[in-house]
């Protein structure tokens, strides 16, 4: 898990640089409206829905590796290509035709690299090692955008080239160092029909829609907050880079703390508490005007973040059936991509037309929201069997002490 990890991090610390600074870059330079700007993000995270759904199927044809490989080496291209349209200031719709090309091909690294965890965990195991995972993700997400704060203020497209670096770098140490998932080995054919039809278990469709639910209130972090701290608090560039960091730091320091905290509980318990940090961190940020309290709202929000990643991926994995897994995770990442798109769509319509009368009115829309995603979550408790919501009994324990 240690290696995947890595992999995610130096990923995440790539995206970061670049990504997260898209949408001020069409406002700032390009001069689109928030909605708009906010609009075309949803657009490139409806892409991913497809993509991510394409992967899961793909994975567990193909193998895990596999599949990493082939999505990220398609990406490095596609983020080179990008960073020549940003410095050569090419036409917006090329521009944005190689944004939503990068948006598509980078959707496909994650529910393959979900299913390898997958299957070299047992259901005991998942908190924890996709609890390892989130934490090179967000060392990534914690410097990556630190760095790309101060680096955007030079040249934007220089952002950009060391993201497709960074994802060429990727490649090769998943060669080198990720063995196994390569062969095909579970089924003989791809069904995308199949793919949708999983929906058929109403638990998985319950999770999922929960998961649009409280995904939606997580991409506030890029959207929404970006917007409401430079448009109307009129903070640089570097301190929306500093809430990005600090909603890494939250998690490379804290994960430890919360994947035990979640193997003493229920997941669907723990994930409402978590969906309850999401509701007082970002519901609080449109009360204040200065850095400390919304840094502490985004402290808050990424404790929530913490225990509801690995969380709803562990629940996933969990009612999954080993042949179906890739499959599984890859409707998890579709809800998931799905969620940040209306997250983003809707951040910059609430931005544009409900902050001016109210400024705190976007923020406790979005607290109701985590709220109803936690309530959901804990309403799950009563289709899950104990192992599957991750409550271990006293003879596992015991025979894991001895081991």
């Given at each position: 898990?240690?290696?995947?990890?890595?992999?995610?991090?130096?990923?995440?610390?790539?995206?970061?640089?670049?990504?997260?600074?898209?949408?001020?870059?069409?406002?700032?330079?390009?001069?689109?409206?928030?909605?708009?700007?906010?609009?075309?993000?949803?657009?490139?995270?409806?892409?991913?829905?497809?993509?991510?759904?394409?992967?899961?199927?793909?994975?567990?044809?193909?193998?895990?590796?596999?599949?990493?490989?082939?999505?990220?080496?398609?990406?490095?291209?596609?983020?080179?290509?990008?960073?020549?349209?940003?410095?050569?200031?090419?036409?917006?719709?090329?521009?944005?035709?190689c944004y939503f090309l990068n948006a598509f091909l980078g959707a496909f690294f994650r529910p393959a690299s979900n299913a390898w965890v997958t299957d070299h965990t047992s259901p005991s195991q998942r908190v924890e090692a996709f609890g390892i995972i989130r934490i090179g993700l967000n060392l990534g997400w914690a410097l990556g955008p630190a760095v790309g704060g101060f680096l955007v203020k030079v040249s934007y497209?220089?952002?950009?080239?060391?993201?497709?670096?960074?994802?060429?770098?990727?490649?090769?140490?998943?060669?080198?160092?990720?063995?196994?998932?390569?062969?095909?080995?579970?089924?003989?054919?791809?069904?995308?029909?199949?793919?949708?039809?999983?929906?058929?278990?109403?638990?998985?469709?319950?999770?999922?829609?929960?998961?649009?639910?409280?995904?939606?209130?997580?991409?506030?972090?890029?959207?929404?907050?970006?917007?409401?701290?430079?448009?109307?608090?009129?903070?640089?560039?570097?301190?929306?880079?500093?809430?990005?960091?600090?909603?890494?730091?939250?998690?490379?320091?804290?994960?430890?703390?919360?994947?035990?905290?979640?193997?003493?509980?229920?997941?669907?318990?723990?994930?409402?508490?978590?969906?309850?940090?999401?509701?007082?961190?970002?519901?609080?940020?449109?009360?204040?005007?200065?850095?400390?309290?919304?840094?502490?709202?985004?402290?808050?929000?990424?404790?929530?973040?913490?225990?509801?990643?690995?969380?709803?991926?562990?629940?996933?994995?969990?009612?999954?059936?080993?042949?179906?897994?890739?499959?599984?995770?890859?409707?998890?990442?579709?809800?998931?991509?799905?969620?940040?798109?209306?997250?983003?769509?809707?951040?910059?319509?609430?931005?544009?037309?409900?902050?001016?009368?109210?400024?705190?009115?976007?923020?406790?829309?979005?607290?109701?929201?985590?709220?109803?995603?936690?309530?959901?979550?804990?309403?799950?408790?009563?289709?899950?069997?104990?192992?599957?919501?991750?409550?271990?009994?006293?003879?596992?324990?015991?025979?894991?002490?001895?081991?």
């Amino acid at each position: 898990m240690i290696v995947l990890s890595v992999a995610n991090g130096i990923l995440l610390f790539g995206y970061g640089l670049s990504i997260p600074f898209f949408t001020l870059y069409l406002i700032t330079q390009r001069h689109f409206p928030a909605s708009t700007a906010g609009l075309i993000i949803a657009m490139a995270g409806v892409s991913r829905c497809f993509s991510s759904a394409i992967s899961g199927e793909l994975s567990d044809v193909f193998g895990r590796k596999t599949v990493m490989m082939g999505g990220l080496l398609s990406q490095v291209v596609a983020m080179f290509a990008l960073g020549a349209c940003i410095e050569f200031h090419v036409s917006a719709p090329w521009m944005l035709i190689c944004y939503f090309l990068n948006a598509f091909l980078g959707a496909f690294f994650r529910p393959a690299s979900n299913a390898w965890v997958t299957d070299h965990t047992s259901p005991s195991q998942r908190v924890e090692a996709f609890g390892i995972i989130r934490i090179g993700l967000n060392l990534g997400w914690a410097l990556g955008p630190a760095v790309g704060g101060f680096l955007v203020k030079v040249s934007y497209s220089d952002a950009f080239y060391a993201t497709a670096i960074l994802y060429a770098c990727t490649v090769l140490y998943i060669s080198r160092w990720i063995r196994g998932g390569s062969k095909k080995n579970l089924r003989k054919r791809t069904s995308f029909a199949e793919t949708v039809l999983s929906l058929k278990d109403i638990r998985l469709a319950k999770l999922c829609l929960y998961i649009v639910m409280i995904t939606a209130v997580n991409s506030q972090l890029v959207i929404g907050l970006s917007v409401h701290c430079k448009q109307y608090l009129q903070f640089p560039e570097y301190y929306i880079g500093w809430f990005f960091a600090i909603n890494g730091l939250v998690v490379v320091l804290l994960q430890y703390a919360a994947a035990r905290f979640m193997t003493r509980h229920r997941l669907s318990t723990a994930m409402f508490f978590g969906c309850s940090l999401y509701a007082i961190g970002y519901g609080s940020v449109g009360f204040f005007h200065s850095f400390i309290p919304i840094a502490l709202g985004v402290f808050l929000a990424g404790i929530g973040e913490l225990i509801v990643s690995p969380g709803e991926q562990t629940m996933v994995s969990n009612i999954a059936s080993r042949q179906k897994r890739g499959r599984y995770l890859g409707m998890l990442m579709v809800f998931y991509n799905l969620g940040g798109a209306a997250g983003f769509f809707f951040a910059g319509i609430l931005m544009d037309w409900l902050a001016p009368h109210y400024l705190p009115g976007p923020w406790l829309v979005v607290g109701v929201l985590a709220l109803l995603a936690g309530w959901g979550y804990y309403r799950m408790r009563y289709s899950l069997t104990d192992e599957e919501d991750g409550k271990i009994n006293s003879s596992e324990t015991h025979l894991k002490k001895i081991q």
